[in-house]
């Protein structure tokens, strides 16, 4: 196990031995489950962002404080590896027991300014999914629904007229409610109609929402700086839902603004939304396989073995916010080889 990295917001204090015993038994244990007794297992993370402060409006997201604590227990509890190297000693069998893999989709800014030097200062290598559609200035729908409510005058928002009916935005706990109602009900409608719903409720919000998107030139500079970048699409459309030459055009069109911008050969893919069968298909991994990808990754829950379809490999995000939850419920996940 590693020792405790130099950042210690969630450490006990030193040299106290009541508080390192519980840890050990986690380390011991963490040890002997991530190592599947005896089976190598690589276990995939993914988050969206690292929020620069907590947002009452998006629960799910870490904010910095959050996020460095859960890098300390990855740094304790497990051994951070680069998907590359996980997936390379997954093969020839030196993989290390606890091996993790900390992975962002979609392309937000603040994967470079606050979640890379967390990472960096805990020596955690990052794997970023980047959908190129949105480089420079873009925003994803949801953002866009999210910021849009946020901004609303308190009342009534009123979508009757487009078959969505009224909802009370007055505090944060309205807001949260209309949001969950309304991503749940336009996620898997056609992409366009998603976009004209989204562009109409900012236009009646009247807010104009700023890009929360990675730069171009942000892109080449992770990747100078060590850090993977993975495909995700163009637009990131749910792949199912296309006919099969755009989603080949998605994927090839993505790739190659991504390998324009890294100057290197993209190595690794993740699905939009990311649920085998219903957002992608055998269909796409052959497609991904052929475009030259050597592995893909969903965002169905396990971990991976050897025997692993290495074009539907397993993510899962711990969302466990105190120490002992976080660490067991990382290591229960390791018993679903996929
Ligand atoms: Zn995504």
């Not at 006919?243 to 994927?251: F, K, P």
Request: hydrophobic share 40%; glycine share 8%; net charge neutral.
């Amino acid at each position: 196990m590693r020792q405790l990295s130099a950042s210690r917001e969630a450490s006990p204090p030193r040299g106290s031995i009541r508080a390192r015993s519980p840890r050990r038994l986690l380390a011991a244990a963490g040890a002997r489950v991530a190592s599947g007794f005896g089976a190598p297992r690589l276990s995939v993370l993914f988050f969206h962002r690292v929020l620069r402060q907590p947002d009452p409006l998006r629960p799910d997201e870490p904010d910095a404080e959050q996020f460095a604590r859960i890098a300390d227990w990855l740094a304790t509890y497990f051994r951070p590896v680069s998907l590359s190297e996980g997936l390379e000693r997954l093969d020839n069998g030196t993989l290390p027991s606890g091996a993790v893999c900390v992975t962002f989709d979609d392309g937000y800014e603040d994967n470079l300014s606050v979640a890379a030097p967390i990472c960096r200062a805990r020596d955690i290598p990052l794997t970023l999914f980047v959908a190129s559609g949105y480089l420079d200035g873009g925003i994803m729908w949801n953002d866009l629904v999210i910021e849009s409510i946020r901004h609303l005058t308190p009342g009534v928002l009123d979508l009757g007229d487009l078959g969505y009916g009224r909802h009370q935005v007055e505090d944060d706990a309205t807001r949260l409610a209309a949001i969950g109602s309304l991503l749940g009900q336009w996620k898997y409608l056609p992409m366009q109609r998603r976009s004209e719903l989204a562009e109409t409720l900012a236009a009646r919000s009247g807010h104009s929402v700023a890009s929360p998107m990675l730069a171009r030139n942000q892109v080449s500079q992770l990747a100078n700086d060590g850090i993977e970048i993975g495909g995700h699409t163009v637009s990131h459309p749910i792949l199912a839902q296309m006919d099969a030459a755009t989603a080949r055009q998605e994927i090839a069109d993505n790739k190659d603004a991504l390998e324009g911008l890294t100057g290197r050969p993209l190595k690794f893919f993740a699905y939009p939304n990311g649920l085998p069968q219903k957002d992608f298909n055998e269909e796409h991994e052959s497609l991904v396989k052929r475009l030259g990808y050597q592995a893909a990754l969903s965002t169905e829950s396990g971990v991976s073995s050897t025997q692993t379809n290495r074009y539907c490999l397993p993510r899962f995000t711990p969302w466990d916010r105190s120490e002992h939850r976080f660490v067991l419920r990382t290591l229960l996940n390791t018993r679903h080889a996929r």
